[in-house]
């Protein structure tokens, strides 16, 4: 299983950013699919996921703010992040999870700048 992620970069505080995962599978084929961050010197954590059922989670610090969603036809996962804080900066991680296990992309850099 490939996770290809897109969308990264820099951003100014309060900005937006778009995040793309691409799973090399049929999506469906996985319980959830989503993204957790990991910043300098933190755990990795949740940021949001969307399950197959399209039930969405959110961090607290996500609500409100982001917005994941998902196009089965291109086997994608999206992610709006919507006044992005200082605080936002760090690599973030598409995940999916399946009966085979989980699966990690790369990770791509966000650097929210204030």
């Known amino acids: 299983v490939h996770l290809a992620e897109s969308g990264g970069g820099l951003v100014q505080a309060g900005g937006s950013l778009s995040l793309s995962c691409t799973v090399s599978?049929?999506?469906?084929?996985?319980?959830?699919v989503g993204w957790y961050r990991q910043a300098p010197g933190k755990q990795r954590e949740l940021v949001a996921r969307?399950?197959?059922?399209?039930?969405?989670t959110y961090a607290d610090f996500s609500k409100g703010r982001f917005i994941i969603s998902r196009d089965t036809a291109l086997n994608t996962v999206h992610l709006q992040m919507n006044g992005l804080k200082s605080m936002a900066t760090a690599v973030y991680f598409c995940?999916?999870?399946?009966?085979?296990?989980?699966?990690w992309g790369q990770g791509t850099q966000v650097t929210s700048s204030s």
């Open positions: 599978e049929n999506i469906l084929n996985f319980n959830t």
């Open positions: 969307i399950n197959v059922g399209v039930v969405t």
């Open positions: 995940h999916a999870n399946s009966l085979s296990g989980n699966f």
